[in-house]
């Protein structure tokens, strides 16, 4: 399965503050032709903000993205196999789209 850029999956994400990794969604920003290669860059999202982190973004649309209950878009990027995508889960309205976009600029800008 190759997903699209904007799409939200389920992935096991790494964890910073333990060993291991744990299941949760994330978004896919990388591009198709990346994404092809069979690996995808990825931010995770969380519902809560704690610990503070210097860049998120609050989904707006959480029924475009499938996702329950309120939540961020935290700029912890991360590259994963394609492997491990568990599943499929919306697609990131336009509106978040947009303000990712922006919240990857000033991470990844000079």
Do not use: Q
Not at 74 to 99: N, P, S, Y
């Amino acid at each position: 399965m190759t997903c699209d850029r904007w799409e939200a999956v389920a992935v096991p994400f790494p964890f910073r503050e333990r060993v291991g990794s744990g299941r949760r969604p994330a978004i896919v920003v990388s591009a198709r032709p990346f994404n092809g290669s069979g690996h995808y860059v990825m931010c995770m999202i969380i519902t809560r903000s704690e610990p503070a982190w210097p860049t998120v973004h609050s989904i707006t649309d959480l029924s475009a993205a499938s996702l329950p209950a309120p939540s961020i878009v935290r700029m912890k990027l991360c590259t994963l196999d394609a492997g491990l995508i568990e599943k499929r889960l919306g697609r990131f309205a336009e509106v978040d789209r947009c303000a990712v976009r922006l919240h990857m600029h000033e991470v990844l800008s000079e």
